[in-house]
């Protein structure tokens, strides 16, 4: 294990490591999954606008107010929220919310991530469901199967925790390197093949051909909440990410490279689903099964669509497991800063303890806990960091921080921003409901 710099903390090797490594967490199954079914139900470009602004807006500014709260004080969410707030209980409360969201969401982002494994089996052994019927028919076994899903998510969960277990720069930063450099070669490559498919033009005019009308308050909704799913946002990742950062590192800049490589990421993803399906005269409002019903059997009919398939998978498995990765890192670094347990029995604890009590996706519908962890949760997750950033950071603790002025109109703005516009718009999505 490689020697922490100061007071025994771990630190990122170099800062494209840490970019990688953040990169690596919000690009995910969200961007795949969850994007292209949303996008697909909710009108395409309007969905698509609704969601690049609402990264600009919110996303940015809020990723960088978790960065600084992990780097301001060298502590994951529970203990920094704690020294932050000077030990108030609501807090700390408000802490261990991120800590048990993260919790619930691995349990399930894991099943889904062991769904991705299966099917990179399946293709890598030619294997894949050739017609549409087929292929309902095999998803449906594979999800409806405890037994058929604990092989893949058991495989799922150990790679994961193997990682973690390695530490901050012999797992996370290590691994996210290579696997976020194969991932984002693969989609480039992927995505300007997609591009000479028939179905291309018709895929880019679903997704940037804006139609004002098909912003509804729903989409605008939908849009907003996926924003902190898709860039890891609101139960503390990104505050432990930042607080393995070393002194010198300008925030903003590796915020924006993030959610630009995410947002892209997202964008590319899209290209290459739509154009395939267009190309097959289907439509995209297929729901949650896109990427899982629809796509194998299109993939059976192209020319080289079995090798298509094996790195489509394989993209898949590789974002998968890196986000996973920064899920369990929420619980392990909790254990490690709060309880002073070390970070092998953290991790490994942590991840049977997850690993047991996300079986129950194994066996039952997660359209609820995707809605609850991956949706609540995570606003209530974001709303404190924006309050703690706007309301109870000094502003000159935060031109310390980022190594600016106290009178910076850029630092004023995002003060600004974390102090009343974030908050507000945040609250009326808690309160619209309709996460
Ligand atoms: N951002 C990841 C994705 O797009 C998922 C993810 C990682 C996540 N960490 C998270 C979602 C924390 C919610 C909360 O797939």
Redesign the pocket.
């Known amino acids: 294990m490689v020697k922490a710099v100061t007071n025994n903390r771990e630190r990122w090797q170099s800062k494209w490591g840490f970019i990688l490594a953040s990169a690596g ?7 795949f999954w969850r994007f292209s079914y949303l996008a697909g139900m909710n009108g395409g470009a309007a969905f698509i606008l609704v969601y690049l602004v609402s990264v600009l807006v919110i996303g940015i500014p809020l990723m960088i107010a978790e960065f600084l709260v992990g780097k301001l004080t060298g502590l994951s969410i529970v203990s920094a929220f704690r020294k932050i707030s000077g030990n108030r209980k609501l807090w700390v409360a408000l802490g261990l919310i991120g800590v048990i ?2 919790f619930v ?1 691995l349990g399930y ?1 894991a099943v889904i991530g062991g769904w991705v494994v299966s099917y990179l089996g399946q293709a890598l052994s030619g294997n894949l469901p050739a017609d549409s019927v087929a292929s309902t028919a095999a998803f449906g076994l594979l999800s409806t199967t405890p037994a058929l899903q604990v092989v893949w998510y058991t495989l799922f969960s150990l790679i994961v925790a193997g990682i973690v277990s390695q530490g901050v720069r012999a797992g996370i930063e290590k691994y996210n390197r290579i696997l976020m450099l194969m991932f984002l070669v693969l989609l480039t490559g992927m995505a300007i093949y997609a591009l000479t498919l028939p179905g291309a033009r018709e895929a880019l005019g679903f997704m940037f051909k804006f139609d004002l009308n098909k912003i509804t308050p729903l989409v605008m909704l939908l849009a907003v909440g996926h924003t902190f ?4 946002l ?2 503390g ?1 990104m505050i432990a990410y930042g607080s393995y950062l070393p002194k010198k590192i300008t925030l903003p800049f590796a915020s924006v490279v993030i959610s630009i490589i995410d947002a892209m990421v997202a964008l590319l993803a899209g290209i290459v689903i739509f154009s395939i399906v267009f190309s097959f005269g289907l439509l995209p409002d297929s729901g949650t099964g896109i990427a899982f019903v629809t796509l194998p059997p299109l993939f059976a009919a192209m020319p080289g669509g079995v090798y298509l398939a094996a790195i489509f998978f394989f993209m898949l498995a590789a974002a998968a497991i890196t ?1 996973a990765v ?2 369990l890192e929420v619980v392990a670094t909790y254990l490690m800063d709060e309880w002073k347990i070390s970070r092998r029995i953290s991790t490994w604890g942590s991840a049977i303890f997850i690993y047991l009590f996300g079986l129950i996706w194994t066996a039952n519908d997660i359209t609820l806990v995707d809605k609850i962890a ?1 949706g609540y949760l ?1 606003v209530l997750g974001a709303l404190a960091v924006s309050l703690l950033i706007g309301w109870t950071v000094p502003i000159n603790s935060l031109a310390k921080t980022l190594q600016t002025k106290t009178n910076h109109p850029m630092l004023k703005g995002f003060y600004l921003l974390n102090r009343y516009l974030i908050p507000v718009i945040l609250i009326c999505l808690l309160v619209s409901g309709t996460l």
């Open positions: 967490s919000a690009v995910g199954l969200g961007n969201a993260s969401t982002y799913f898709s860039l890891s609101g139960t990742i986000s920064s899920i991956g995570l």
